[in-house]
């Protein structure tokens, strides 16, 4: 598989389109009439993150669209002269960019899991869920043995360890969801990617994301 396209950073750290739309440039090729090419539209396939564009020539859309590399080598083969600039426009969200994002998320709820946990030494946190834990077992054990006295006493032991767990937790100020580590999102499990394609969840953080990695990429300058 090819590498993926280097696409424009601007001064502000975030990607272009290498070519901007609206964009005109006027050729003269040696033994033929002059003509213009016009760039209408940029996209982005999603799948490879590759640049392709829509042109216009002489005032008729062409039928195929162009790639960011077909439209490099015309301008290199031909003389030209560029007759308007255009409007750059900034990349739609990257898989990368959520990657990078969401990895550096993952590593801040790490920390903040270290944090909660921390809060908890010293308690009896820890060995009330391994007591809560052998007496589900043998929770489990009597209801399949049809023993209701045994489940009776049993469950009331593990309502007494939920209180008191529940207690440990207002006390010390632990936020639960990241005490378990339950994600924001339950489709992409907070990773930004579900089956290849970008989850929903880090469309809705474009703005984030787009603004992360635009510091990150000035910073590593």
């Keep these: ?5 280097e696409h424009k950073e601007a001064e502000n750290g975030r ?3 290498t070519f901007n739309r609206g964009a005109e440039f006027k050729f003269k090729p040696p033994y033929s009439r002059e003509f213009t090419h016009k760039i209408t539209a940029c996209e982005l396939d999603e799948a490879t993150e590759a640049e392709f564009y ?7 859309e062409l039928p ?5 590399a077909q439209i490099a080598f015309m301008l290199a083969q031909l003389p030209h002269e560029q007759t308007a600039e255009g409007e750059p426009l900034e990349l739609p969200l990257l898989a990368d960019e959520v990657k990078a994002f969401y ?18 030494k010293g308690t009896a946190w820890n060995k ?3 007591l809560s834990k052998s007496l589900s077992e043998s929770l489990q054990f009597y209801k399949e043995s049809g023993d209701t006295a045994k489940v009776k006493e049993l469950e009331a032991q593990l309502a007494k360890i939920e209180a008191a767990q529940k207690k440990l ?14 994600p924001a999102c339950k489709i992409c499990n907070d990773t930004g990617i579900i089956e290849g394609k970008i989850c929903e969840c880090a469309r809705k953080s474009t703005a984030a994301i787009k603004s992360y990695c635009a510091a990150k990429r000035l910073a590593n300058k």
């Design 15 to 17: 990607l272009y389109f």
């Design 169 to 182: 937790l207002t006390d010390k100020h632990v936020d639960v969801l990241i005490l378990h580590k339950v």
């Design 1 to 5: 598989m090819a590498d993926k396209q």
């Design 103 to 120: 990895g550096a998320k993952l590593n801040e709820l790490k920390k903040a899991n270290v944090a909660e946990n921390a809060k908890l």
């Design 64 to 68: 195929t669209r162009f790639s960011a």
């Design 128 to 130: 009330n869920l391994q």
């Design 54 to 60: 829509r042109i216009e020539s002489e005032g008729d």
